[in-house]
Antibody, heavy 121, light 107 residues
């Protein structure tokens, strides 16, 4: 059974940093690209960042480029999101999502339950 | 950045009726269009990938169509569990975007 478990969220002051983690199990982690998607309270989904299986390709939404850094450790089956210079508008539930690969035309076939990040003074 | 516009924002229908949801892209995305369903307090669930292919375990009443810039998600006969928010999503050169969502509510 595929499982994605996010952690690291919490309350943080504007301008500070936070590191999110996603522990993956139930599939061959280093075969798939992974992503972070966020959802502000009462709002829609926003793609944040993605990373290929070997970290060779990485993408960011314009809203986080230069502030957030995605990374992965295939030996630990883990995905990370380093978030610096946090702003109030970064407040959201952050989901870790697995890309389905070629068989799913790169759609996101599994999602975690999310970790909540609140940026407030 | 490719912008996805979903319509309508809210769709009010009764169980048994047919639902038609639209997603329009600001430029061609070929067939790289996915649809997700999200219920309150839950993570999104993949319904359709590559514009018209149902994901594993998705009932046959869900179907997707379209290519280029215009896409449609159709639910042939609504069940009570289908009332939720639906999002479309595209990917292009490591830039992914979601539509703003369509809320399907019980009339």
């Amino acid at each position: 059974e595929v499982q994605l478990v996010e952690s690291g969220g919490g309350l943080v002051q504007p301008g500070r940093s936070l590191r999110l983690s996603c522990a993956a199990s139930g599939f061959t982690f280093d075969d798939y690209a992974m992503h972070w998607v966020r959802q502000a309270p009462g709002k829609g989904l926003e793609w944040v960042s993605g990373i290929s299986w070997n970290s060779g390709s990485i993408g960011y939404a314009d809203s986080v480029k230069g502030r957030f850094t995605i990374s992965r450790d295939n030996a630990k089956n883990s995905l990370y999101l380093q978030m610096n210079s946090l702003r109030a508008e970064d407040t959201a539930l952050y989901y870790c999502a697995k890309e389905g690969g070629y068989s799913y035309a790169d759609a996101f076939d599994y999602w975690g339950q999310g970790t909540l990040v609140t940026v407030s003074s | 950045e490719i912008v996805l516009t979903q319509s309508p924002a809210t769709l009010s229908l009764s169980p048994g009726e047919r639902a038609t949801l639209s997603c329009r892209a600001s430029q061609s995305v070929s067939s790289y269009l996915a649809w997700y369903q999200q219920k309150p307090g839950q993570a999104p669930r993949l319904l359709i990938y590559d514009a018209s292919n149902r994901a594993t375990g998705i009932p046959a009443r869900f179907s997707g169509s379209g290519s280029g810039t215009d896409f449609t998600l159709t639910i042939s006969s609504l069940e009570p569990e289908d009332f939720a928010v639906y999002y479309c999503q595209q990917r292009s050169n490591w830039r992914y975007t979601f539509g703003q969502g369509t809320k399907l509510e019980i009339k």
